[in-house]
């Protein structure tokens, strides 16, 4: 079954100022450019390691009273349309996943990708490309709205590679997740070293809000609003995050409410790693969404990350722990899916630690898939070779869904059995020709 997203895109106008885009650079077309809104110049990761409408009995998805579920109408993404964008291939994930859920992937570039020595992944690669359009119905853009990438100076932005994710996704008919508006993490020296008092730097950071948001308003579907706002103790990282620190945990229901403002039909996220099951992290994550939809922030959703590891076992609290926040009437997501482990001289782990990584991409996804208001998974990249994890874990990798051809390893096929199943039953996946490529590849790994 194909996609809302390939439906509701096809709805979209096309706007006098869209983007021409040539991958591999951007015209700046879009109006505001370089100058701000206010006209101001069970994720095992290491700690140290560098959406769903309301339903009778229930409260109003967002925490904003009356306010439908996103669903790509009111404002028109100025970067294009999807006009001629077709329904997923049927044996695709995107092409067998339910109609209220995306199956996303990221634009990967920037960041870690700028040392390697392979050129940028998403601007630089077609084939690249056009896995991500084949596959998937969603993108995030890895580091390209990150503030180190937007933000080069004070008083300045960088919209191109930006600009020409959301205007690839556009013509290819995908939802964009926007990653991330406040972090406590590659952020631009120039801010972090700066001598700025505390309205200078609420000044800042409003206008990066309002300027960022809409500017893409119709077309980012999720923001990760506030990424990794909490330690594993449920501390708030007052020291490490320097919104918080300078401006206190005010500034967090500032922030939601000027992206509302900027874009009332996005779903804002907080989004954070072991942020899967039941533990001190999400219970401060859980009273602090209570709080604040009391006070009427716009507050739309909480992402797991999900960043996993063979080396712990699976916390089977993942379904209970969206399921508390489904009940706020607030979505759930899958945000940043890869599962590593221990990894040979050829890059792979043992078959039996591949079989156990596939198993493990079907958990977390059948959780997902059990809650009402899970209806986003992402995966943190296709290859391995682009894949932040050998970088931050020494002797760990092999931890995404596709070989270096961008043949199908076991654990993408698990997450398309899990798909069909839920969505046609598994009489669909045993018989259905569509699916023989992966039964195949389920067999011999033994999953």
Known sequence: MPSAIYRRAAAAV??????TLTMGGAADAAPGAGQGA???????????????AGTPGRPEHAGAPGRPDHAGGGQ???????????????????????ESMVIGNIAAGGGHHTDADYPDPFPDDPEYRDVLAADFSSVTPENYLKWETLRPAEGEYDFEQADAVVAWAQENGLDVRGHALLWHSQNPDWLEDGDYGAEELRAILEDHVRTVVSRYAGCIDQWDVANEIFTGEGELRTE????????GPEILDDIFRWAHEEDPEATLFYNDYNAEGLNAKTDAYHQLVVEQLERGVPVGGFGAQSHLSMQYGFDDSLQANMERFDALGVKTAITEIDVRGEVGEDGRMSPEDRAGAAERYAQVLDACLAVEGCTSFTVWGTLDEHSWVPGT???????????GDYERK???CTLQRALVEHTEGAAA???????SECRGILDEAGV
């Open 14 to 19: 096309l706007c006098a100022s869209a983007l």
């Open 38 to 52: 206010n006209g101001v110049g069970v994720d095992q990761r290491s700690e140290n390691a560098p959406e769903h």
């Open 76 to 98: 028109t993404c100025q970067f294009g349309s999807a006009d001629g964008a077709g329904d997923p291939a049927r044996d695709s994930l995107a092409g067998v996943a339910p």
């Open 240 to 247: 490490e995050n320097i919104w918080l620190r300078e401006l």
């Open 393 to 403: 874990f020494p002797g760990e990798g092999d931890a995404l869904i596709m070989e």
């Open 410 to 412: 076991p654990s993408y």
């Open 429 to 435: 996946w045993e018989q259905d020709g569509a699916f």
